[in-house]
């Protein structure tokens, strides 16, 4: 009996998934895709991980916290996951986390740049654009990772779908434009 809940369990998780998630997207991490609906997100991390680490923020992202690893997905108004942010902080070598991270799985970046933000006080390393610019990818590291520092390298990697990012873009101005046009009804209305 707990064989068949387990595989009725198993099956609910992962059937709406592949529904829900075209079998070409591959892009994002081991555990997170690019296009999942937040149900599936929310599935496989209560499988994996304890569900005290999933937290949810009251503007519709979830973060994961796990040991030296701070995730963040964002989802448009259909609940798609269409970006994610994984922070890692290592005291190992981060050429062979970089090299892990992305190299391995997506080839060599389109972009190699030392751009360097002020605010978050990161390097942008490497960039890859896929399937003809619907997917951003960037690989960012700390100073850390650049000088001899007792604290750790910090590498953030953060993929896009583009797409899915203008349609949410697309459909927060339209219900602006919307609660405008409402509020001037209601304000001229007798």
């Known amino acids: 009996m707990k064989k068949f809940m ?25 555990d997170f895709k690019l296009g999942m609906n937040k149900q599936a997100v929310t599935s496989a991390v209560k499988m994996k991980y304890d569900t005290k680490s999933l937290k949810s ?4 992202t979830q973060e994961l916290f796990l040991e ?3 995730a963040k997905m964002w989802y448009d108004h259909n609940d798609a996951l269409y970006k ?14 970089k090299k892990k991270l992305l ?6 970046p389109v972009v190699i740049a ?3 933000n002020d605010v978050t006080k990161l390097f942008l390393y490497s960039k890859w ?24 390298c910090v590498i953030v990697t953060t993929y896009l779908d583009t797409v899915l990012e203008k349609e949410y873009n697309s459909e927060l101005e339209k219900r602006k434009r919307d609660e405008k046009l409402q509020k001037e009804k209601e304000k001229y209305s007798f």
């Open 57 to 60: 923020n009251s503007d519709g």
């Open 129 to 152: 654009i896929l399937a003809g610019g619907k997917y951003d990818i960037r690989l960012y590291e700390s100073t850390y990772c650049r000088a001899k520092s007792p604290n750790p």
């Open 114 to 116: 030392e751009d360097f």
């Open 84 to 97: 994610i942010s994984v922070e890692i902080a290592s005291d190992a070598d981060g050429a062979k986390i």
């Open 6 to 30: 387990l595989i009725c369990f198993l099956l609910s998780v992962f059937i709406p998934a592949t529904i829900l998630f075209s079998q070409d997207n591959k892009i994002g991490t081991n």
């Open 68 to 70: 030296r690893i701070r």
């Open 103 to 108: 190299t391995e799985e997506y080839g060599e």
